[in-house]
């Protein structure tokens, strides 16, 4: 009995074994397969769904990660790993995936106005071809061709919310392009119907999911079911179609057909930092589906360029009817929070069950969807579907996207929410006030769960003095009174010919800046300045410190070598 | 030409030497070590070594080992749910079933009454009025029809029947016939009383056939009064379960009356009303009925009896309509008369989820767990939102239920009442009950149940 037992433990072992064997090899086979195919031949085309990714999010990866040991070890530590995209001085250099535009450089409000658009859309005095109906998604809408053989997909605004998904769409776009993503051209049209006419061979699927020919009544019967403007006017969102496409880009792994995609996405700053971003905007639906890579070229070379799409379900937005009040709050089948609710009797209602009572269960402006700060918390804040990179956000890239938000001026907020082109200015101005309020949660939230100090200068004084400068984001943008913040700091130095290593006693000051003195810097390994904040007279020391690394720089001199908010 | 005097010539002078001289001394003594922080070198620049990417990528597959055989059903799985999001298939099936509505055939799915756990069948109606595009708007003429198989017994439940409704225009009154025939190859019977034993379980395979004319008038608030005239052939075997008793065998000695079957003839008269705000997930008002019926056989038996019986259903919002209190309370009594009996399959019964299916709720107990003249119970059902997304949302309760079957309303005693309690979960879609589990604990153990309705 117990040798059946073992023999059956040992062909377990040994069937294991040889599975990982096999896996091993065909990973490493797929891995050093490339040819001399070209990056387009080499990529391949791939497609997803809302079901699929549903599918995977909700069901999928939660029962697999408990098979996972990678996943389990780091649930057990509530270890986070350090993003992998970060430069030096803790800011992510520019990929196909990110360029840093308002938050390095602060673009003037034409630049934002303008967003990616290269032209100027689809003219709406000319002809439009309709080629083809729009068959995924939730929205109604039509692929176009207009007169110069550039190719569009309109999206229209359901009938009970006009004017509610375009906006988002114009709005949410030139928001992630001004953040630093890549995202298609969008432009708002507003075109009378009669400007359509149909391919012969254009198809549509209609209402019962029958893939039918697009005639002329049909067309007319999409059209009788998106709200109109004055004089007949049809308005919608014309998003250029992006050439080359491949497909979506997934949040985690890599593209290993890709030889420049080698850090895993789920440790990409920029992605994970997609939570922040996407909790300012409500981009509720960032998921795999609304994501596009593109084979480009740039000087001559191909690479692979990870686009952002779709952003009618930003702000208040669901895209064909108004967020629904647990967007933002929950995952469409969020397993924690169910857990949760069961033992707890439902004894306290949930914040966006409160909200949805006080605002008597029905949205004030249908334009602007359902959108709100009341109970809005940044740290809480999810996404339709669950995805592990967005999990696997640290406080130091909440930080930099958080300063990256905060980058937006006021004025900046109203010129973006300008281009949804609501006819009633009323609503422009609230959207703008519920995105600068939120702004402001955003960045106190997270600039208070690190040493929000910024813009690090290090001057070198006379002898052995250095000087280092800073701004504190927290009292630059108001969370915190500069008279009542105080700061403090300590200097650890390494030496070269010495195993032994000199700490200093911290060192407090009021003010943004604070002189230290190197003792032998000839003998200097590593110099590590560690600096922390503390904000009005009952606050605590910011945790985790900043921490500023200098080296020597060869020249007899110390030189900034390493900049780190904290993981 | 004397540019400047003397005093002059000193301000000149100290002006230099404070706002010129000194800053630039000092900013000759201060340089800026200068650094781009948007540098592309990274703070670990080995992420960028292919080699150390895919060891990384071959450790991460031995980590993740376990999930493999798992993973080909994981993406076949998904790969269908896209294939029928492309495909539109979710679009085309609701377009079947409404097209079907409109024809007036409304199919669903059917679960026996007992045993095959997870098994499912089919039920359906079809409203022969609109199937025929009849313009008669008095008349409306349904057949219907259900099976489930009971793969654990080889066996069925299966059910048809049909029936019309005449209701006059402009008016209250209405008519309505019914005829429905139907047999289970299996139903348990434990025994007659509150005291019977889980040993003598038995089955027993009926099979009935039920005639049924109602006269009778509604108001619009919800009240509905009227009598029947009720005409039952029932016909009793053995039931298909195997490992159990079969009833004609191990209640062979006992006088089960009805065992035999019977038929009989009956009137009734019967007042409901419905306050409940919705049909579907009740949150406030409420439903009750009373009924008293005469039953006479027609056959040798020698069955008389009356049937008293009412039941009450009440709902209360807790300060919001995410918590609701449910009670339910029912009681029924079956009189022999002039020495007749009271065929058991017309008995009160108790045990299971399933009250539709004639047995009244007592979760932890096994579905038609006790028989006899007289019942009495109730049940309260803590429910709570616990989950909401649109138009999908589930409430998890907590339940009590509490029963007792008896002879006569002198042997009902409360030292007898048995009871269950424990908790479940109800999924639904736009406020309809899709699945709901349900776990209960009692003095025979525990019983989990899997239904499509709720359970009052």
């Known amino acids: 009995m117990s040798t059946k037992r073992n023999l059956k433990k040992s062909s377990l072992a040994g069937a294991l074994f040889v599975s990982a064997g096999c896996l091993l090899l065909i990973a490493s086979a797929q891995n050093s397969a490339f040819g001399n195919e070209s990056l387009s031949e080499r990529v391949k085309g791939r497609d997803t769904s809302f079901y699929r990714d549903f599918f995977d999010s909700t069901i999928y990866n939660p029962f697999a990660s408990f098979l996972r040991f990678d996943e389990l070890s780091n649930k057990i530590s509530r270890a986070k790993k350090a993003a992998s995209d970060v430069n030096l001085f803790d800011e992510v250099p520019d990929s196909a995936f990110f360029v840093n535009r308002h938050g390095k450089i602060k673009l003037d409000q034409t630049a934002l106005k303008k967003g990616p658009e290269e032209g100027n859309g689809p003219n709406v005095e000319e002809t439009w071809k309709v080629f083809k109906g729009k068959g995924e998604g939730v929205s109604p809408g039509l692929f176009i061709e207009d007169d110069h053989g550039v190719k569009y997909i309109l999206k229209f605004d359901p009938m009970s919310n006009p004017e509610m998904a375009t906006a988002a769409e114009a709005i949410g776009h030139r928001f992630f392009y001004a953040i630093g993503y890549h995202v298609p051209e969008y432009y708002l049209v507003d075109f009378k119907p009669s400007i359509l006419s149909v391919t012969p061979d ?199 996207a958080a300063k990256i938000i905060m980058s937006f001026s006021d004025e900046d907020i109203r010129t973006l929410v300008e281009t949804g082109g609501y006819s009633d200015p009323e609503l422009g101005r609230a959207l703008s006030k519920i995105l600068i309020e939120r702004r402001n949660l955003i960045g106190r939230y997270w600039f208070s769960k690190v040493t929000p100090l910024d813009q690090i200068h290090l001057f070198h004084n006379e002898g052995n003095t250095y000087e280092a400068t800073f701004k504190d984001l927290f009292t630059e943008y108001g969370f915190a009174d500069s008279a009542s913040s105080e700061y403090r700091c300590s200097l650890k130095t390494t030496y070269r010919d010495s195993s032994s290593s000199a700490a200093s006693e911290s060192k407090s000051f009021n003010t943004p800046s604070f002189s230290f003195e190197v003792s032998a810097p000839e003998r200097v390994e590593r110099l590590i300045l560690r600096v922390q904040a503390k904000h009005g007279s009952s606050g605590e020391w910011s945790t985790p410190p900043l921490r500023i690394e200098l080296l020597p720089d060869g020249a007899g001199q110390l030189k900034l070598a390493r900049i780190d908010h904290g993981a | 030409m004397k540019l400047f005097t003397r005093p002059k010539l000193r301000a000149v002078q100290a002006f230099l030497l404070f706002f010129v001289l000194l800053p630039s001394v000092s900013l000759l003594a201060k340089e800026e070590l200068v650094y781009d922080s948007y540098t592309v070198a990274l703070r670990e620049p080995s992420v960028l070594n292919p080699e150390i990417q895919r060891t990384h990528a071959d450790h991460q597959l031995a980590a993740r ?193 009805g065992i035999n079957g019977g038929d009989l003839i009956g009137i009734k008269a019967h007042l409901s009303y419905d306050f409940r705000d919705r049909q579907d997930e009740p949150k406030s008002g409420g439903y009750g009925k009373l009924e008293i019926a005469y039953n006479h056989d027609t056959g040798g038996e020698d069955f008389q009896y009356l049937t008293l019986s009412g039941s009450l259903a009440h709902f209360f919002k807790l300060w919001s309509d995410r918590r609701v209190l449910a009670f339910r309370f029912l009681a029924e009594t079956n009189q022999d008369l002039a020495g007749g009996d009271v065929p058991f399959f017309n008995m009160a019964r108790l045990g299971g989820s399933k009250p539709w299916a004639g047995s009244e709720l007592l979760r932890s107990y096994r579905f038609n767990r006790f028989f006899d003249s007289s019942l009495t119970g109730g049940s309260v059902e803590y429910r709570y939102n616990v989950y909401q997304y649109g138009d999908f949302g589930a409430n998890a309760f907590g339940l009590f239920d509490v029963g007792e079957v008896f002879d006569g309303i002198r042997d009902f005693s409360l030292g007898e009442l048995v009871y269950s309690y424990g908790g479940g979960l109800d999924i639904k879609f736009r406020g309809k009950t899709l699945l709901t589990l349900a776990l209960a604990h009692g003095n025979e153990g525990s019983e989990f149940e899997v239904n499509s309705k709720s359970s009052f």
Do not use: C
């Open chain 2, 65 to 257: 080992i376990l999930e493999q055989p798992f993973r080909p059903a994981g993406h076949a799985i998904g790969k269908s749910a896209e294939w029928v999001e492309r495909h539109h298939i979710d679009d085309k099936t609701i377009w079947f079933f409404d097209k079907l509505a409109l024809q007036g055939i409304f199919p669903s799915l059917h679960g026996p009454n007992e045993g095959s756990f997870g098994t499912t069948g089919i039920k359906g109606r079809i409203e022969i009025d609109r199937l025929l595009k009849m313009e008669q708007r008095s008349i409306s003429l349904n057949a219907f029809g259900a099976w489930a198989p009971s793969v654990h017994f080889g066996g069925s439940d299966v059910y048809v029947g049909t029936n019309y409704e005449l209701t006059l225009p402009e008016a209250s009154w209405y008519h309505k016939g019914l005829v429905r025939y139907a047999r289970s190859s299996s139903e348990s019977f434990y025994g007659i009383g509150n005291d019977t034993s889980r040993g003598s379980w038995s089955t027993y395979q009926p099979e009935e056939l039920k005639l049924e004319g109602t006269l009778g008038t509604k108001s619009i608030a919800g009240l509905d009064l009227n009598s029947a005239f009720t005409y039952q052939k029932m016909n009793i075997g053995n039931g298909a379960r195997p490992r159990v008793w079969k009833i004609k065998n191990r209640f062979l000695s006992q006088n089960i009356p």
């Open chain 1, 202 to 400: 254009a198809t549509y699927y209609d209402e019962n999911g029958f893939k039918k020919k697009l005639t002329k009544e049909a067309l007319w019967d999409l059209i009788d079911r998106v709200p109109k403007r004055k004089g007949g006017l049809i308005r919608a969102s014309a998003s250029k179609l992006i050439k080359n496409s491949k497909g979506y880009m997934d949040f985690d792994g890599r593209r290993t057909s890709d030889p420049e995609d080698l850090i895993p996405h789920g440790d990409r700053r920029s992605i994970r930092a997609l939570r922040v971003f996407a909790s300012w905007l409500n981009h509720y639906d960032l998921r795999k589906g609304n994501t596009l890579d593109a084979v480009e070229t740039k000087d001559g070379a191909e690479y692979l360029k990870h686009y952002l799409i779709d952003f009618g379900s930003t702000l208040g937005s669901a895209a064909n009817h108004a967020k629904v009040p647990v967007a933002g709050y929950e995952h469409i089948v969020d397993w924690q929070e169910i857990g949760k609710a069961i033992p707890t009797l439902k004894m306290v209602e949930k914040p966006w069950e409160k909200r949805w009572d006080e605002a008597n269960r029905t949205v004030a402006y249908p334009a602007l969807g359902y959108f709100d700060n009341r109970h809005f918390n940044p740290g809480k804040w999810k996404t339709q579907l669950h995805y592990d990179a967005f999990k696997a956000l640290t406080k130091g890239d909440a930080f930099w």
